[in-house]
């Protein structure tokens, strides 16, 4: 079992930036790959970010490339999303995701475990 804790969602102006964390426990952090998603009231989930065991590959959707940046530090169990210029559009519960096996990193249906969801608002 892996058990996930998202952080750091709020409110925020359009441009502005936010930082959320996903706090891992239970299983050895380091072996699988991670990703973040997102869901907007009315909208089904989506993929926003993925990362893989090392942190060495990362891949992200079109509408946030060149602004938001994944990254993990094995060292403390945590994984991040830096998202940068932020745009109402962006306004959604943000969730973490653990990957055990292979697949792409972009589909929901290749995860494993989530976690609650922190709610990320962008104001106009």
């Known amino acids: 079992q892996v058990q996930l804790v998202e952080s750091g969602g709020g409110l925020v102006q359009a441009g502005g930036s936010l930082r959320l964390s996903c706090a891992a426990s239970?299983?050895?952090?380091?072996?699988?790959?991670m990703g973040w998603f997102r869901q907007a009231p009315g909208k089904e989930r989506e993929f926003v970010a993925g990362i893989s065991m090392s942190g060495v590959n990362t891949y992200y959707a079109d509408s946030v490339k060149g602004r938001f940046a994944i990254s993990r530090d094995n060292a403390k169990n945590t994984m991040y999303l830096q998202m940068n210029s932020l745009k109402p559009e962006d306004t959604a519960v943000y969730s973490c995701a653990v990957k055990v096996s292979g697949g792409r990193y972009s589909y929901t249906l290749n995860y494993d475990y989530w976690g609650q969801g922190t709610q990320v608002t962008v104001s106009s």
């Open positions: 239970g299983r050895t952090f380091s072996s699988y790959g």
